[in-house]
């Protein structure tokens, strides 16, 4: 009887260590606010569609393990993508819909050509096809940054920013995300195989492009927007 109550003792325990190891080892995702980033292009040969502009982006970063853990090996986290979503500081969604997320460095996308007939042409954008910039496995103790917004020359608005800039009209003030004059919270929920991670952020878009930034979302912020 003993014996056998050892066995089944040592079955579940067994299993439990399988268990606690498997749950150390799955991707950790935290967040980090980046500094903005500033661009001028006036010198440029190419005429872009703006002279200078700032992007605003946080950093995503699948935690290593303890040390006391180090023997183990976290798991990457595949094919992380981002959906972000603008609110008003009472807690309204400014555009009732997420943007999909773009990571920041990636090869910028270009329209695909279709040549239907002989003189007919359709211009297609290929956005859904470039996973390399929607998608992205981040490895353990590595980072990514993701785009939030930019603001350009001297708009007093700003726009959401991700591949859909590129196809906009204007170019790179993409109505569709435009943010007029104000304050907001940004949440930023990132998925990777099943598992998700939010954070949150207040964006400032009442100030000069010089001051226009991402801060930490205030508590009252969180306990609005978390649910």
Not at 119 to 130: A, E, V
Request: hydrophobic share 40%.
């Amino acid at each position: 009887m003993r014996g056998t109550v050892d066995v089944i003792f040592g079955a579940i325990l067994s299993i439990l260590i399988t268990i606690w190891i498997e749950f150390l080892r799955k991707p950790k995702i935290s967040f980090k606010k980046t500094n903005a980033s500033d661009h001028d292009y006036s010198q440029f040969s190419e005429k872009r569609p703006a002279n200078k502009a700032r992007f605003l982006s946080v950093t995503i970063r699948n935690k290593p393990l303890s040390w006391m853990v180090q023997w183990l090996s976290r798991n990457t986290a595949l094919q992380c993508h981002a959906e972000i979503t603008f609110y008003h500081l009472d807690g309204q969604d400014v555009f009732g819909r997420v943007m999909t997320g773009r990571w920041s460095g990636t090869i910028e996308p270009i329209p695909a050509i279709q040549i239907l007939g002989d003189k007919n042409q359709i211009f297609i954008s290929n956005i859904d096809s470039s996973t390399s910039t929607t998608r992205k496995d981040i490895y353990t103790g590595e980072e990514s940054d993701l785009d939030i917004a930019a603001r350009f020359d001297n708009d007093e608005v700003c726009f959401g920013w991700n591949d859909e800039a590129y196809f906009s009209k204007p170019a790179w003030r993409n109505q569709k995300w435009k943010l007029l004059p104000g304050r907001y919270v940004v949440k930023v929920e990132i998925t990777s195989a099943g598992d998700k991670a939010v954070n949150y952020y207040r964006l400032l878009n009442d100030v000069d492009i010089s001051s226009f930034r991402l801060e930490e979302a205030q508590p009252d912020d969180i306990k609005r927007f978390k649910v």
